[in-house]
C-alpha cells in the first residue's frame, strides 16, 4: 500500500448505531487530520494529531471521537448520529516541518462516503 | 474559519481549449497548493508553490504564487475530457498555523468532447 488509505469507502449506517472509520498512512509523515466535505461546502477541517497529540479540535460534536495510536494510523468513532452528518469524510497526512517552511503539504486519502439514514 | 476566494465556481469549456482559474486571500500565505479532485475520491495534489513570483509547471498545467503572496492562479492548456473535476486551491502559512491549510470554495470543471 503507498499513500493514504481510508477503510470502508461506504458505510451506511442507522442513527444508533456505532462505527469506526480508518485511515492509514504510508509515508512516514507526523501529523493527521481529519476533514468533513459535504456538498456545495468546502472541506472542513475537524481534528488535526501531531505526533499523535491531538492538537486541533474544530468544535467537532461530541458523536465524532478520533482516536490516533500511532503516527501511521488515524480512525474517527461514530455514535447515535445524525442525518446531517452524511457526508465524504477525508483523512490526510503530512509531514510539519516548520523550520524548513515547504513541504509540508497534506496527501489525502479517497475517503470514505458516510449515510446516516 | 477563514476562506479563500476561488473564481470561477464553474467552467464548461469545450476540449482543446485552455482554462484558467484564481484564488485571492485577504491574508499573505507562504505556501500555495493546487489539488484536483474526482467524484468519489479525496484531493490529489497537482502543484505546490513556495515562493512569491514562482511560476511552475506541471504537463499542460501551470500555476504562479503571486506576488502579493495573496493570490495564485492555474491554468491548464489543451484540455480534455479526464481533467473534469473539482480543483481547489489551499494556502499555508507555516510559520504560524504549521501545516494547517485553508481552502477555496473550489472549480468545478466540465469539458464537453
Known amino acids: 500500500e503507498t499513500g493514504v488509505t481510508q477503510t470502508p469507502r461506504h458505510l451506511v449506517m442507522g442513527m444508533t448505531n456505532k462505527k469506526s472509520l480508518k485511515c492509514e498512512q504510508h509515508l512516514g509523515h507526523n501529523a493527521m487530520y481529519w476533514y468533513k466535505q459535504s456538498a456545495k461546502k468546502p472541506l472542513e477541517l475537524m481534528f488535526v494529531y501531531s505526533l499523535e497529540e491531538r492538537v486541533e479540535n474544530n468544535s467537532v460534536p461530541s458523536r465524532f471521537s478520533p482516536e490516533c495510536p500511532n503516527s501511521s494510523h488515524l480512525f474517527l468513532h461514530l455514535h447515535t448520529l445524525q442525518p446531517e452528518d452524511s457526508a465524504l469524510y477525508l483523512c490526510?497526512?503530512?509531514?510539519?516541518?516548520?523550520?524548513?517552511?515547504?513541504?509540508?503539504?497534506?496527501?489525502f486519502g479517497p475517503g470514505t462516503r458516510l449515510t446516516v439514514l | 474559519g477563514q476562506q479563500l476566494n476561488q473564481s470561477p465556481q464553474s467552467m464548461f469549456i469545450q476540449e482543446g481549449e485552455d482554462v484558467s482559474m484564481n484564488c485571492t486571500s485577504s491574508s499573505i500565505f507562504n505556501t500555495w497548493l493546487w489539488y484536483k479532485q474526482d467524484p468519489g475520491e479525496g484531493p490529489v495534489l497537482l502543484i505546490a508553490l513556495y515562493k512569491a513570483g514562482e511560476l511552475t509547471s506541471n504537463g499542460r498545467l501551470t500555476a504562479q504564487f503571486g506576488i502579493t503572496r495573496k493570490d495564485s492562479f492555474l491554468n491548464i492548456s489543451a484540455s480534455i475530457p479526464s481533467d473534469v473535476g473539482i480543483y481547489f486551491c489551499a494556502g499555508q502559512l507555516v510559520e504560524t498555523s504549521g501545516s494547517r491549510l485553508t481552502f477555496g470554495e473550489g472549480t468545478q470543471l466540465t469539458v464537453n468532447p
Open positions: 490526510a497526512s503530512s509531514q510539519e516541518n516548520l523550520l524548513a517552511g515547504r513541504d509540508n503539504e497534506q496527501f
